[in-house]
């Protein structure tokens, strides 16, 4: 029972500290003093209850009682959704239209951080056996029952497969073994970790899949798994467990939801939800074009950059809508150089041999992130709404190394650092100690208007260093298929979620097997650094200590390393700023989980 009680202090400590520690302030700018209304006076609704009718044991959202109808239209950029397979979603586009059709045993209650039960009616630990108590009598959105069958196949046959996108794979993996799993009755499961497991219960957020549709496609193998669900399939016969189903996809164009009549959540009227008949996400390209129709009133929700915010700032009194600041974003911006010396099979270097030499020496990597001018970037890219970053943690994590400081630009400091490596200037172009000029290129994906507008900066920055810099912005999957397939690249601009609350949820960038390990991505073990090894005894050791305070310095430890070594280069952390139109009630923002999470209590004031 002692290590029952351990996790238990673990999670209540970990609010307790959220509390104190996420942001959700305006950052200290010269061009947005404030942006009101101010979450932490965001009165939440009390907590969830369980409600049994008729044999169905629903959520009741504790949510003021709203109105059935009407739809809400967001914008996401690029291309649009690459699948809608929740398990192999590798984007944050697919994430989030996955996220809408299906939903885990568990999840992160917005207010507290704390876990609390979805799909699962109810859980308890006794040691190290963990008890999912499902909910009786829910559907699938075509009317078959979702039971602990459904939950056995989720997990044994496509997580502990690594199916899909294999990251949750990484994540549940502790001391090199899966949890084993059981079924208790039709309505009860047990997983079972080989040793305590601090990040286990976050892990079960992982989104239960129905059995009868899915599996098919499963045993076909995993390129047969991998297409299922592309965006070619046919709405109608989606099968899932989320607020909305899918109804139309137009490729470039839109995608359509609509309400799902089986979901287990009810009002206090006891009448399901979702209010909302529709989401409907319209593809818009580019962030200027998501300005654009918003102003149109064409939208109902944007972000809002820092070059845009005052401007609404000052129209908001006057407006249809309402500016919401979530403080700093918990995902990070990064450059990431790649380190990798492997050759493929017919004995070719993935990397070109020269320039594997520049980016493996440290002195090097230090001295591009020395002359990475982060000020300059916040002040002309975020518009002063942002913050310098550091670390692998963004600023609102719980695990926030603050003893990492950071510097401020210095160009003869880290012309000095080339220098002690043996790089040397000629007509104010550098060349490294075999007579090679230094020219690289540096990758983001096109679209994303604020990453191409850092790539700018950077290649500017670095030729100040005497490099030549090629800035590429390419298509979002041609950038992943060299990232992850060819490895056929020098530098990338990219960012990726996070959680403040788990950074074991970063397993599988760190770990030298993880399937986000970008910079020095398929090394064999006894290949890679010194430092790469020690990060993969710090998230293994991370993941089995229950008390936040013998976590914290292990996590510490890997932010430490990371800045020392640079293998990725942090830049800033842009604030969450959204406006909404203020027809949209029950809108309860969130720092941990954003502005609309909880669309199935949103409803419009007619």
């Not at 203020?582 to 923002?589: A, D, G, H, L, T």
Request: aromatic share 12%.
């Amino acid at each position: 029972m002692k290590r029952m009680f351990g996790i238990i202090v673990f999670f209540i400590l970990s609010a307790l500290v959220l509390r104190c520690c996420i942001r959700a302030d305006v950052p200290e700018v010269t061009n947005v003093k404030t942006v009101t209304p101010d979450i932490n006076n965001i009165s939440y609704p009390d907590d969830n209850k369980n409600v049994t009718l008729n044999g169905v044991d629903y959520i009741q959202t504790q949510a003021p009682v709203g109105k059935f109808g009407g739809e809400l239209v967001l914008s996401t950029i690029g291309e649009g959704p690459k699948t809608f397979n929740p398990c192999n979603t590798k984007d944050a586009t697919s994430s989030a239209m996955a996220s809408i059709l299906y939903e885990g045993l568990l999840t992160t209650d917005a207010k507290t951080g704390k876990v609390i039960p979805q799909l699962a009616k109810s859980y308890y630990i006794d040691g190290n056996d963990y008890i999912i108590t499902l909910r009786k009598g829910i559907k699938w959105s075509d009317g078959k029952p979702i039971t602990a069958d459904d939950v056995l196949y989720t997990y044994e046959e496509i997580v502990f497969k690594g199916l899909g996108n294999p990251s949750i794979t990484d994540a549940m993996t502790v001391d090199g073994k899966l949890p084993t799993l059981t079924k208790v009755d039709d309505y009860t499961v047990k997983f079972t970790t080989s040793k305590p497991f601090a990040p286990f219960l976050r892990q079960l957020s992982y989104p239960v899949v129905p059995k009868h549709y899915f599996k098919p496609y499963s045993d076909k193998g995993a390129s047969e798994f991998n297409a299922f669900l592309n965006t070619n399939t046919k709405p109608e016969t989606i099968v899932s467990n989320g607020p909305f189903k899918l109804k139309e996809y137009v490729a470039a164009q839109r995608v359509v939801f609509e309400r799902n009549p089986n979901y287990y959540k009810i009002n206090l009227n006891n009448q399901q939800l979702p209010y909302l008949d529709k989401i409907v996400y319209l593809i818009v390209g580019d962030t200027n074009n998501g300005i654009l129709k918003f102003e149109a009133k064409e939208l109902d929700v944007i972000s809002l950059n820092g070059n845009t915010v005052a401007r609404y700032k000052e129209r908001e009194d006057k407006s249809d809508y309402t500016i919401y600041n979530l403080g700093a974003s918990t995902g990070t911006l990064f450059v990431a150089i790649n380190l990798n010396n492997r050759k493929d099979k017919n004995g070719h270097y993935y990397v070109n041999p020269v320039k594997q030499k520049w980016f493996r020496d440290k002195n090097f990597r230090k001295a591009v992130e020395r002359a990475v001018d982060r000020k300059n970037m916040i002040q002309n890219i975020a518009f002063g709404v942002a913050e310098p970053l550091y670390t692998a943690e963004s600023p609102n994590s719980i695990y926030l190394n603050k003893n990492i400081k950071g510097y401020d630009v210095d160009t003869d400091k880290a012309k000095k650092l080339l220098e002690n490596s043996g790089f040397v200037y000629k007509n104010n172009k550098l060349y490294d100690k075999q007579g090679n000029f230094v020219e690289f290129d540096l990758y983001t994906n096109a679209g994303n208007l604020e990453r191409e507008a850092l790539g700018v900066m950077v290649k500017q920055d670095l030729e100040e260093l005497g490099m030549k810099v090629n800035f590429k912005p390419i298509e979002f999957n041609s950038l992943v298929n060299k990232l992850t397939n060819t490895f056929d690249w020098d530098m990338v601009i990219m960012g990726l979620t996070g959680s403040p609350l788990e950074p074991h949820d970063g397993k599988n960038v760190w770990t030298s097997k993880g399937t986000l390990h970008l910079f020095n991505q398929g090394v064999p073990k006894n290949e890679c650094f010194e430092w790469e090894k020690e990060l993969d005894e710090l998230f293994e050791a991370g993941a089995l200590k229950i008390d936040f305070a013998d976590r914290k310095p292990v996590y510490d430890r890997y932010q430490e390393i990371i800045y020392e070594q640079n293998p990725v280069i942090y830049l800033y952390s842009p604030a969450q700023i959204y406006a909404i139109r203020k027809k949209f009630k029950n809108v309860f923002p969130s720092a941990l989980n954003g502005l609309i999470y909880n669309l199935d209590e949103l409803y419009i004031e007619k």
